[in-house]
T-cell receptor, first 114, second 109 residues
Framework: DAGVTQSPTHLIKTRGQHVTLRCSPI?????VSWYQQVLGQGPQFIFQ???????GRGNFPDRFSARQFPNYSSELNVNALLLGDSALYLC?????????????FGPGTRLTVL | GEDVEQSLFLSVREGDSSVINCTYT??????LYWYKQEPGAGLQLLTYIFSNMDMKQDQRLTVLLNKKDKHLSLRIADTQTGDSAIYFCAEIPGDKIIFGKGTRLHILP
């Protein structure tokens, strides 16, 4: 079975631009979460979506938004990019939303903002 | 508050055991996790332990949990060069995973 997939793998943008990152969960998984991992740090939680609704949000500005589609895939959008948004963006899927559900991570999208 | 602490670096000789330690703050987490991240890659779930267990063994991996002290450790027996990576401890208090900053495991020949 395919794992969590993310696209693109790498992306270079300039300050002020916007970006859309995509994630496809493992088949049968209904929850998708997004994380930002800055170099040298652990991943930081951005959003969790379940059944197309936002179910959790981390401490990120409104420039960050996301959505989940009927097929459970998800997009993360970041507007007005800043240099500090440069990071590895990780998507994780889980079967449901319970805290006991294991999250499986994709390979990530590396975003560089110049 | 929510916080997960790990030492940042560990250096071990090939064939020895590696022990990576972690402390967490939220006692409500039902599971505690260890993830592995190799250079340029995403996170790979290594193992997890249910909060009412003291120990879990899975091949070369042993997880020890001291719930009273909120201390979690990961022991890797017979450490190999392929074990070189960053290891993240994580807890789930509520609706999100809280990760530590990661421990970089370096293998000496």
């Amino acid at each position: 079975d395919a794992g969590v997939t993310q696209s693109p793998t790498h992306l270079i943008k300039t300050r002020g631009q916007h970006v859309t990152l995509r994630c496809s969960p493992i088949s049968g998984h209904k929850s998708v979460s997004w994380y930002q991992q800055v170099l040298g740090q652990g991943p930081q939680f951005i959003f969790q979506y379940y059944e197309k609704e936002e179910r959790g949000r981390g401490n990120f500005p409104d420039r960050f938004s996301a959505r989940q589609f009927p097929n459970y895939s998800s997009e993360l959008n970041v507007n007005a990019l800043l240099l500090g948004d440069s990071a590895l963006y990780l998507c994780a899927s889980s079967r449901d939303i319970h805290s006991t559900d294991t999250q499986y991570f994709g390979p990530g999208t590396r975003l560089t903002v110049l | 508050g929510e916080d997960v602490e790990q030492s940042l670096f560990l250096s071990v000789r090939e064939g020895d055991s590696s022990v990576i330690n972690c402390t967490y703050t939220d006692s409500s987490s039902t599971y505690l996790y260890w993830y592995k991240q190799e250079p340029g890659a995403g996170l790979q779930l290594l193992t997890y332990i249910f909060s009412n267990m003291d120990m879990k063994q899975d091949q070369r991996l042993t997880v020890l949990l001291n719930k009273k002290d909120k201390h979690l450790s990961l022991r890797i027996a017979d450490t190999q060069t392929g074990d070189s990576a960053i290891y993240f401890c994580a807890e789930i208090p509520g609706d999100k995973i809280i990760f530590g900053k990661g421990t970089r495991l370096h293998i000496l020949p």
